[in-house]
C-alpha cells in the first residue's frame, strides 16, 4: 500500500496549502502574477513555511510549485528558471517532509492556457505536466497534487500525466461563481469522472469559503465512492458572494474595488470557523482535508484539533484562564478580574 493510502487507511489526511497567499503577505512575492519566485530568492522562508504547517498538524508538506509552469514563469520573463525553481522546490519539501516524517506531495495546478475547444492547447497543457511531473517523481514525491482546475477537462489530463508517472493522484477541482465546472459539468458528475478514470482522491480546492464549498462537498461525497478532499480559502464567502474573488467589502476604499486578493483580511474566518467546517466535512466523510489561498498555521491547527488531534502546536493553543482580566486562575489579582466588565 502506498504512503497515502496507509495513512487514509487511519483516518484523515490534513494538506495545509495557501503558499502564494501567506508568502506574499509575508513579502516575498508578488500579488498579481503570483508566481513562486521565493522558492530560489529566499528558500530559507519556504522551508520555514512548511514547518510552521507541519507544526500546526499537517500530515502533508506540498512542494511549492504552484504556478512554477512554463506559461506563467514566460509571463515574467523567467522561463529559464523553470527547472531550477521545480527542482529546487521539490528539494525544499522533500528536506523538511524527511525532517518531519510528512507526507511529501508535488504540485500541479491550472495552466490559464486551456481551451476544451482547441485541441492543441490540450498538448500544450499536457507537455507542461508531465515536465514537472517528471521533476517530482525525481524528488520521490508520495503523490502529486493536481488542483485549481476550473475545466475538469484540464484535471482528467492532469490525472492521465501523474498516473503515467506511476504516482498516486489528488485531483481536486475549483468551482466558481457558477455551481458546475466551467465545462459545464456538474460536480458531481466531473468528480465522478475523475475518480473513474483513477485519481485516488477526488474534491474541491480553493475559491470558495467553508461556507459556500460545504454544500457542494455533500454532493461530491454522495456521488463518490472513493476519498473526498475538501479544502476551502478561510474567507467568508455567501450564497450572494460564494467566491473569494465576488466577496465585497462595501464602504472600504480599495483599488479595484474587490477585495480580492490582497484586501481581504476583515473577510476572513478566524480558527473557530475552520474548525468547525473540518469537523463538519469530517461527520459528512471527507478524507483529505486542508484549507487553501489564506491559510495561516493557526487555521490549520483549528482543523488538526477538530480531529481530535494534538499537533506539537497545540502545547500554545489558546487558555484564557491565565488572562490578567478575563481569567479564572486564583493567583490573578481579583481587582483586576473584577475589572473586566469594564474593558
Ligand atoms: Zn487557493
Known amino acids: 500500500m502506498s504512503r497515502l493510502h496507509e495513512h487514509l487507511s487511519t483516518g484523515p489526511v490534513i494538506c495545509a496549502e495557501g503558499y502564494l497567499f501567506e508568502l506574499e503577505r509575508r513579502g516575498y512575492l508578488q500579488a498579481g502574477a503570483f508566481v513562486p519566485e521565493v522558492v530560489l530568492e529566499h528558500p530559507e522562508m519556504v522551508a520555514q513555511l512548511h514547518r510552521e504547517f507541519v507544526h500546526a498538524g499537517s500530515d502533508v508538506v506540498e512542494a511549492f510549485t504552484y504556478y512554477a509552469h512554463r506559461e506563467k514563469l514566460a509571463l515574467i520573463g523567467r522561463e529559464g528558471d523553470l527547472e531550477a525553481i521545480n527542482r529546487q522546490a521539490l528539494q525544499l519539501a522533500a528536506d523538511v517532509a524527511a525532517e518531519q516524517s510528512s507526507l511529501l506531495a508535488g504540485n500541479i495546478c491550472n495552466s490559464n492556457v486551456f481551451d476544451p475547444a482547441d485541441p492543441s492547447s490540450h498538448d500544450i497543457v499536457r507537455a507542461m505536466f508531465t515536465e514537472q511531473v517528471a521533476w517530482a517523481a525525481e524528488a520521490n514525491v508520495d503523490f502529486v497534487i493536481g488542483e485549481t482546475f476550473s475545466y475538469a477537462q484540464e484535471a482528467l489530463i492532469a490525472l492521465e500525466v501523474i498516473k503515467a508517472a506511476g504516482l498516486d493522484a489528488v485531483i481536486t477541482l475549483s468551482i466558481h461563481r457558477s455551481v458546475d465546472t466551467r465545462d459545464g459539468w456538474t460536480v458531481e458528475e466531473a468528480c465522478r469522472r475523475i475518480e473513474d478514470a483513477g485519481a485516488d482522491v477526488v474534491g474541491l480546492n480553493c475559491i470558495r469559503g467553508p461556507r459556500t464549498m460545504l454544500p457542494l462537498i455533500e454532493r461530491v461525497r454522495a456521488a463518490l465512492s472513493g476519498p473526498v478532499a475538501a479544502l476551502p480559502v478561510p474567507y467568508r464567502t455567501t450564497e450572494d458572494e460564494p467566491t473569494f474573488q465576488s466577496l465585497t467589502d462595501p ?65 500554545f493553543t489558546a487558555d484564557m484562564s491565565k488572562h490578567a482580566y478575563f481569567g479564572t486562575d486564583q493567583q490573578l489579582k481579583p481587582g483586576n478580574r473584577a475589572f473586566a466588565t469594564e474593558l
Not at 262 to 271: E, F, H, S
Not at 296 to 314: D, K, M, N, Y
Open 251 to 315: 464602504g472600504v476604499d480599495i483599488p479595484g474595488d474587490r477585495p480580492f486578493p490582497v484586501a481581504l483580511d476583515p473577510l476572513t474566518c478566524n480558527r473557530y470557523e475552520m474548525g468547525e467546517f473540518a469537523a463538519t466535512a469530517h461527520a459528512l466523510g471527507v478524507d483529505y482535508l486542508g484549507v487553501c489561498c489564506g491559510a495561516g498555521p493557526h487555521h490549520i491547527r483549528s482543523v488538526a484539533e477538530a480531529l481530535g488531534r494534538t499537533p506539537p502546536g497545540s502545547r
